[in-house]
């Protein structure tokens, strides 16, 4: 059965500094993987997707995500984090019954 | 553009009381879920609805039930509340043209209920 573990319930970080949000995944077929983001008090928006062809994905805000099958991941990452980045990041995958399986999230603060 | 919309915001029921969340969408979209979001479990499934007129169960089922009213509303209906069931519900609708990786969900804001 497909599922997603994020690492880190919560990640802070400066402003200005990298941003790296871990997402690892179990599937037994070729994954078709998601992010999505939430911010305070609102549902969830897509960030970006991979379902197949190149293994970096660029999304919005300037978020991005890298396949590696090797690695069974699909981290996200953010060159330089802004305040308004502040969110909660969920990784999804989608499983045999085609629906999607969420991770348990991850919160991201950033400071000034 | 209204996208999802979800109503009530915010409601607190007392253990065995019964109450529906109303989910309406307004982009002609197929498919139709609602989800529980809790702390620490991210956002599991509780039903779906593939198109007007079907529904089937998700991952955590028991204590709900849902009416596909027509293609635009999908409501969930809790007859007789339990503290377990205080959550964040969020409704999603989806063209799934092409499949669900094709398709992103659209969410709606969200209802905050607690159960005393």
């Known amino acids: 059965a497909q599922s997603v573990t994020q690492l880190g319930s919560h990640v802070s970080v400066s402003e200005g500094a990298l941003v790296l949000l871990r997402c690892n995944y179990s599937?037994?077929?070729?994954?078709?993987l998601f992010w999505y983001v939430q911010y305070p008090n609102q549902g969830l928006q897509l960030l970006l997707k991979?379902?197949?062809?190149?293994?970096l994905v660029k999304g919005i805000n300037g978020f991005e995500a890298e396949f590696k099958k090797s690695e069974t991941s699909f981290h996200l990452t953010k060159p330089s984090a802004h305040m308004s980045d502040a969110a909660e990041y969920f990784c999804?995958?989608?499983?045999?019954?085609?629906?999607?399986?969420f991770g348990t999230g991850t919160r991201l603060q950033v400071f000034p | 553009n209204a996208g999802v919309t979800q109503t009530p915001k915010f409601q607190v029921l007392k253990t065995g009381q019964s109450m529906t969340l109303q989910c309406a969408q307004d982009m002609n979209h197929n498919s139709m879920y609602w989800y529980r979001q809790d702390p620490g479990m991210g956002l599991r499934l509780i039903y779906y609805s593939a198109s007007e007129g079907t529904t089937d169960k998700g991952e955590v089922p028991n204590g709900y039930n849902v009416s596909r009213l027509n293609k635009r509303e999908f409501s969930l209906r809790l007859e007789s509340a339990a503290p377990s069931q205080t959550s964040v519900y969020f409704c999603?609708?989806?063209?799934?043209?092409?499949?669900?990786?094709?398709?992103?969900?659209?969410f709606g804001n969200g209802t905050r209920l607690t159960v005393t």
């Open positions: 991979y379902t197949t062809g190149a293994t």
């Open positions: 599937s037994s077929v070729p994954p078709y």
């Open positions: 999804a995958v989608i499983s045999n019954t085609d629906k999607l399986i």
């Open positions: 999603a609708s989806s063209e799934d043209q092409g499949g669900p990786y094709n398709s992103p969900l659209h």
